[in-house]
């Protein structure tokens, strides 16, 4: 018998290597639809965890494979609890839960030093454990902490008197975190109300605990963590009942979006997946059914659409999603929805906490489907900050019963964890939901009301006076950008008119563009001309050098199938190419995502990549007020202003917060910021301070171009304060 290391990663390892052995034999057994769909990049985490098999298995097989591979973990789990029991049990009847677990009789397949605790984590890892990040983000998925799910059951009031009686949906289950919590408040429902010898008749014929997936293996890890839970609490004493619960549990391989699953309660973390993810029938589904399906939206804004409409009366709903659709262009679709069906209650923003390793910054939701007079919502915000604090909380149940129990209204600064401390900023207040699709950005009512303020006091939007474009997006940077330094140009000996200097995002400081100088700094090859205004691209013929070598590169650029399959656009074209007049003007450029607001002044027609954002002027009623200004002066004035502390406040107002404090600067959010009536002396002096400060002068001139902007907004010394203590972190942090 080959003994092996029993953590769930060794048998997982020797389960694929025994299932790869006689693929065919469990292809027929557990193949289903939802691996056809399964493509080459989701699958590169198998090829890490599982080098030693060869790569003769399609993307499909991998997946379906390492599956299987899971559901033989979990059946482990399941039989070490039985044995701890004293469940007796034969291969026959081990078979049926899991069909060919008996091939596994050559490996040692035992748990029996691991702790039920263990045993739940090995379950619960099979979703993420060995998955690279960007694998998990392929498929959405991520798993919740056990203390937040514990804050989510105790907002949505479910507990051990309702939990016998009510309906309660998990509409993305995964491996099962949030079904053991709801399975344990069950049990617990039973034991207080003595009502223990009715388990099934709630569980399998009322289907009060119900669950979905996609994923053939996690609807079977979510049942075994059901009946796991009832073994432990020796609900289940024999074989054949547990054979009952892998058959009639109310959990279903299916797509939550498709079904008409009516709950009093419904609680999960959806998975995150964009348009762009989606294959295109699925895509077209969910644009025809799905009023929240707008922009380029995300899954997860459908899974908040369908869990609300899926409400009993006063039914209550609770789901942990990213927080991107308060604020970003494709959450218009579900904040004009949520704003119309007026279920919103509670609105919890994590912003950049690292509650848990999910790719997004998370908020938790919570809807009830019954009328209100009260319009308001609680609001609370949770985001790391620097400031003297006022309470410890040891770690994230501590916190959420402080912010429920203690927490009002009003602010509180935190002093967060054990081991690795964190300073968080804790915010309640109560808030209305936008109409119409507006943006929710949510603070005190004192940072609101110098937001009104300010938007009162303009005499004209960002977007009135400039043009805000997006560098150039090649979607193949590794081509395009990366080799492009003046040594590899000249070995190339491209033609001039494919080439041209790249401002990338960390050439961009405050006040001015350092290129040039670094080994970082990179040309691009930009095969396109400008034609009346056009972009078209440049015949290879005319280009011979720059050809050859993007006929080198082909394999990858013709990859592209968005340009490879177009009419009317070339396979070796940037995907998102810009005028050329417009880089060669003079103009201002900001990075995408910083800390606070850092932009630059750039003369010389760089041109820009995608993660950078570029302002030219426009004609105006600003430019007539300043026409003694000249070119050079009215774009200092304008950067001076850009560059303001005030606003930096309007931009953090209205932007969401990402990890690290940094802020995303997008064209919708610069187009909303208001300009004040500034004296054209003042702007002149502005001019002067910037013009120095690009010089490299002293940054307490920033201070007076600061007051000059405050003044022009009529804030107070009070309202300054409250600003400049709102900037707080990573002021002066600019990369």
Not at 320 to 348: D, E, P
Not at 438 to 445: C, E, G, H, P, Y
Not at 672 to 687: G, H, L
Not at 708 to 734: C, M, N, P, Q, T
């Amino acid at each position: 018998m080959e003994v092996c290391s029993m953590d769930a990663m060794s048998v997982l390892e020797n389960s694929y290597y025994v299932i790869n052995k006689n693929f065919g034999f469990y292809k027929r057994n557990f193949g289903h639809i939802y691996y056809l769909s399964v493509k080459d990049d989701e699958t590169k985490f198998i090829d890490k965890m599982f080098g030693k098999v060869g790569n003769k298995l399609s993307a499909q097989d991998k997946m379906l494979n390492y599956s299987i591979s899971a559901i033989y973990t979990a059946t482990a789990v399941l039989i070490e609890l039985l044995n701890r029991k004293g469940i007796e049990y034969n291969e026959n009847q081990i078979e049926k839960i899991c069909v060919g677990f008996s091939n596994m009789k050559n490996i040692e397949i035992s748990f029996a030093d691991k702790t039920e605790k263990e045993l739940d984590e090995i379950l619960f890892g099979l979703l993420t454990d060995g998955i690279d990040l960007e694998s998990r983000k392929k498929s959405g998925s991520e798993r919740t902490p056990d203390e937040i799910i514990k804050y989510m059951l105790d907002i949505i009031g479910y507990n051990e008197i309702v939990s016998i009686n009510k309906t309660i949906v998990d509409p993305a289950c995964g491996t099962g975190t949030f079904i053991k919590q709801i399975i344990d408040r069950f049990i617990d429902g039973l034991y207080v109300n003595q009502v223990t010898n009715t388990y099934k008749e709630k569980l399998l014929e009322r289907k009060l605990i119900r669950a979905y997936d996609t994923k053939p293996s996690n609807v079977f890890v979510t049942k075994i963590v059901i009946i796991s839970s009832l073994v432990k609490k020796n609900f289940i004493c024999e074989i054949k009942d547990v054979l009952d619960m892998i058959r009639k549990l109310p959990v279903y391989c299916q797509d939550f979006l498709c079904v008409g699953d009516n709950s009093d309660y419904i609680i999960g973390n959806p998975p995150y997946i964009r348009l762009q993810n989606m294959p295109v029938e699925y895509r077209d589904f969910i644009k025809n059914n799905f009023v929240s399906a707008t922009g380029r939206f995300d899954i997860f804004t459908c899974f908040l659409e369908k869990s609300d409409k899926l409400l009993n009366k006063n039914g209550r709903m609770c789901l942990i999603t990213s927080n991107k659709y308060l604020t970003a262009n494709y959450g218009v679709g579900i904040r004009k929805y949520l704003s119309q069906a007026g279920h919103v209650r509670k609105l919890v923003d994590l912003y950049d906490t690292k509650f848990f390793g999910a790719a997004v910054l998370p908020a938790i939701i919570m809807c009830e489907n019954s009328k209100s007079d009260n319009c308001e919502v609680d609001y609370i915000g949770i985001k790391t900050a620097e400031q003297d604090v006022q309470r410890v909380c040891l770690n994230a149940n501590e916190l959420f019963e402080y912010v429920e129990n203690e927490l009002t209204c009003g602010k509180s600064f935190i002093l967060y964890g054990n081991e690795d401390k964190q300073v968080f900023e804790v915010s309640r207040s109560k808030v209305k939901i936008p109409a119409d699709g507006k943006t929710w950005n949510f603070s005190t009512s004192d940072e609101n009301t110098i937001k009104t303020k300010m938007d009162e006091q303009k005499i004209c939007s960002l977007v009135d006076i400039v043009d805000v474009c997006v560098g150039i997006k090649t979607t193949a940077d590794t081509i395009f950008v990366k080799p492009m330094t003046q040594n590899f140009i000249n070995e190339h000996a491209f033609e001039k008119i494919a080439v041209y200097p790249l401002i990338q995002s960390f050439n961009v400081n405050k006040w001015n563009i350092s290129w040039g100088e670094s080994s970082r700094d990179r040309y691009i090859l930009y095969p396109h001309r400008e034609i009346e205004g056009n972009m078209v691209a440049i015949p290879l013929e005319e280009i011979p050098k720059a050809a050859e070598y993007l006929e080198e590169c082909s394999d990858v650029l013709k990859k592209r199938s968005y340009l490879a399959e177009s009419k009317s656009r070339m396979w070796y074209e940037c995907w998102v190419p810009q005028k050329l007049s417009k880089f060669q003007q003079t103009k201002i450029v900001t990075r995408d995502i910083v800390s606070s607001n850092s932009f630059a002044l750039d003369e010389s027609g760089r041109l820009c990549q995608g993660n950078t954002f570029f302002l030219t002027k426009k004609s105006s009623i600003l430019m007539s007020e300043y026409s003694d200004l000249n070119e050079h002066q009215y774009y200092c004035f304008l950067l001076g202003l850009l560059n303001s502390k005030a606003m930096e406040f309007y931009q953090k107002m209205i932007s969401g917060c990402l990890y690290s404090q940094k802020y995303r600067y997008t064209t919708s959010n610069l187009n909303r910021w208001p300009i004040p009536r500034i004296k054209k002396d003042d702007a002149i002096i502005i001019a002067k301070y910037v013009d120095d400060l690009i010089a490299g002068m002293s940054g307490e001139l920033e201070n007076a171009i600061d007051k000059i902007v405050y003044d022009a907004f009529d804030l107070s010394e009070e309202e300054i304060l409250k600003i400049e203590s709102f900037i707080g972190k990573g002021r002066e942090e600019h990369y």
